[in-house]
């Protein structure tokens, strides 16, 4: 494989969304040499728990622990203790906790290094607006006005205060969050769908080759490599578009 290859699989976090732990492993082992990011959602993880965390971490993979979490500030702290106490290279919050809820998190990673040194400070990123909601569901359900863009930023630009690494939003939103964020600021996008993928529960998509244009940093894919005939086929042929974008 090109290091070309590679630098872009690195930039591809795999959704791994099963309910049982040897399906995951089977994907695995499908995606054998291929260096991308792997997600491990809540719904793995309730069942697998931080032991299948360890054996991605010894398999070598970088590792997205995505349990969102969004409770009071003392909760989220002791939580983001735990969860860097693991070894993930990323996880996230819901920046719909507010400022001290976030700075709460990077409190709790802090004091896990602080306690053993031989771990590193992950990425902490916020959720901003999911990337199911549309906008009449922001305005009328979730009852935010203005713009999906606009909440998103907002949402992006309260995450840098709180001392953040970047924000979960969709790849519809990386222009105007780097714009007000600046470059250094991670974006990591799911609603991502390959030309003629299903949308199914997404609401603001684009292809990885459009994500990529936009300037994000991570794509996130699940159902399209996961539900794929061959996922190692559809994996390297989003690689591939990555590449050429
Ligand atoms: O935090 C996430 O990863 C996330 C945030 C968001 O706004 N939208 C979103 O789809 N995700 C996750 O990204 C993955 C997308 O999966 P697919 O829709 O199957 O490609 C799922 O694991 C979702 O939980």
Same mark, same amino acid.
């Not at 992006?156 to 470059?183: Q, Y």
């Given at each position: ?17 099963y309910?049982?732990?040897? #399906? ?14 792997? $997600?491990?959602?809540?719904? *793995? ?8 965390? !360890? ?5 070598g ?16 702290? @002791? @939580? ?5 106490? =693991? ?7 819901? +920046? ?7 700075? +709460?998190? !990077?409190? %709790? &990673?802090?004091?896990? *290094?602080? &306690?053993?040194?031989?771990? $590193?400070?992950? =990425?902490?990123? &916020? ?8 906008? @009449?569901?922001?305005? #009328?359900?979730? %009852? ?12 992006? #630009?309260?995450?840098? $205060?709180a @001392?953040?690494?970047g ?15 600046? =470059? ?8 991502? !769908?390959?030309?003629?993928? &299903?949308?199914?529960?997404?609401s603001?998509? *684009? ?24 996922? !190692? ?9 990555? $590449?050429?974008?």
């Amino acid at each position: 494989m090109t290091s070309s290859f590679n630098q872009a699989a690195g930039r591809l976090m795999v959704a791994l969304d099963y309910p049982a732990v040897d #399906e995951a492993r089977n994907l695995i082992k499908s995606l054998e040499d291929i260096p991308c990011y792997m $997600k491990i959602g809540m719904q *793995l993880y309730y069942t697998a728990g931080p032991d299948f965390v !360890r054996e991605l971490k010894n398999l070598g993979y970088s590792v997205f622990l995505d349990l969102k979490m969004h409770d009071i500030p003392n909760t989220v702290k @002791g @939580g983001a203790n735990s969860i860097t106490r =693991l070894g993930v290279d990323m996880f996230n919050v819901h +920046a719909a906790g507010g400022l001290k809820m976030m700075s +709460a998190a !990077r409190e %709790g &990673a802090r004091e896990a *290094l602080e &306690a053993n040194s031989s771990l $590193k400070m992950p =990425l902490i990123i &916020a959720v901003t607006q999911l990337t199911s909601t549309n906008q @009449g569901m922001l305005n #009328e359900e979730i %009852g935010i006005p203005g713009t999906v863009e606009d909440a998103v930023v907002s949402y992006a #630009e309260l995450t840098k $205060k709180a @001392g953040l690494d970047g924000v979960v939003a969709s790849p519809l939103e990386v222009k105007s969050i780097k714009e007000r964020c600046g =470059l250094h600021f991670q974006t990591v996008t799911p609603g991502i !769908r390959p030309k003629g993928s &299903a949308a199914g529960d997404q609401s603001r998509t *684009l292809t990885p080759g459009e994500a990529m244009r936009q300037g994000t940093d991570f794509i996130v894919v699940g159902r399209p490599i996961t539900a794929a005939p061959s996922p !190692r086929e559809a994996l390297e042929q989003i690689i591939e578009e990555m $590449k050429l974008s």
